[in-house]
């Protein structure tokens, strides 16, 4: 199973942001579940019983994760946006307008050197495209360039391959699918989803945000939860963001694993 978080920090209360304490609460929870945790790589024959912690955005605050990961020995992926992290500008992306108005230092990402430094202590960089975009929404050329560029971009700055990728919002289709596998990816990750064959262009992750306590984590990432009653089902959305619910809509919350 892949988990999927954001920010990390002790002085943002969003639903993207969860504290430093909370994060090591929750690995040393699943750590004691004795689920094993592996590269990125190792997660993609989606045997039972391991997991991987990704941080999508590339958030700045992100480094405060760093020093839990290394002494829980937990191998993590930062997925990056090439456009932002020239600068390490503000995401301030529609979606989160207000959010970067009001707390523009927390919605920070990480530059070139922050991430190659990140890269350096082991975690993995992959590409959250170039600008952040819906997907879906583009035409063939935009979407080959920001799927490609983006991986072109990474490799140059860091001197590493970009393999994986993760869909901005969650949101792709057949189309995004075979454009993400023209662009030399191995694998490209989204949100909880449909139930389906299996895809390494469409692999799920469990989102894990602020209102998420250890008992709802533990819930969510039972396996239980892939095809979960009404009333489990409805106990996950619980503390979801509201944007989340309305791109996953009526499907069904599963941990992917």
Request: aromatic share 6%; net charge negative.
């Amino acid at each position: 199973m892949i988990l999927c978080y954001h920010a990390v920090s002790e002085t943002w209360e969003d639903e993207l942001s969860i504290a430093p304490s909370v994060l090591e609460r929750q690995l040393r929870m699943m750590l004691r579940r004795r689920l094993k945790p592996v590269s990125i790589g190792d997660t993609l024959p989606s045997r039972g019983g391991l997991f991987h912690v990704t941080f999508d955005d590339a958030y700045r605050s992100v480094r405060n994760a760093v020093p839990i990961l290394q002494e829980l020995g937990i191998p993590a992926t930062v997925f990056a946006c090439p456009a932002y992290a020239d600068g390490g500008r503000v995401l301030d992306i529609p979606e989160l307008a207000a959010q970067a108005e009001s707390h523009p230092g927390e919605l920070a990402t990480m530059s070139w050197d922050e991430l190659r430094e990140l890269a350096d202590s082991g975690v993995e960089i992959g590409s959250h495209t170039l600008h952040h975009p819906h997907l879906t929404q583009l035409s063939d050329a935009e979407l080959a360039e920001e799927l490609t560029r983006s991986r072109e971009r990474i490799e140059d700055e860091l001197g590493r391959p970009c393999r994986v990728l993760a869909y901005p919002y969650g949101e792709e289709d057949g189309r995004v699918r075979e454009a993400t596998r023209a662009a030399g990816y191995v694998a490209a990750f989204g949100l909880p989803g449909r139930p389906r064959p299996m895809d390494v262009y469409a692999l799920p992750r469990i989102g894990i945000w602020r209102a998420d306590s250890v008992l709802r984590m533990t819930l969510k990432t039972t396996n239980l939860a892939r095809r979960p009653p009404e009333r489990l089902q409805n106990l996950l959305k619980r503390g979801t963001p509201s944007r989340i619910q309305e791109e996953e809509g009526a499907r069904p919350t599963r941990a992917a694993g």
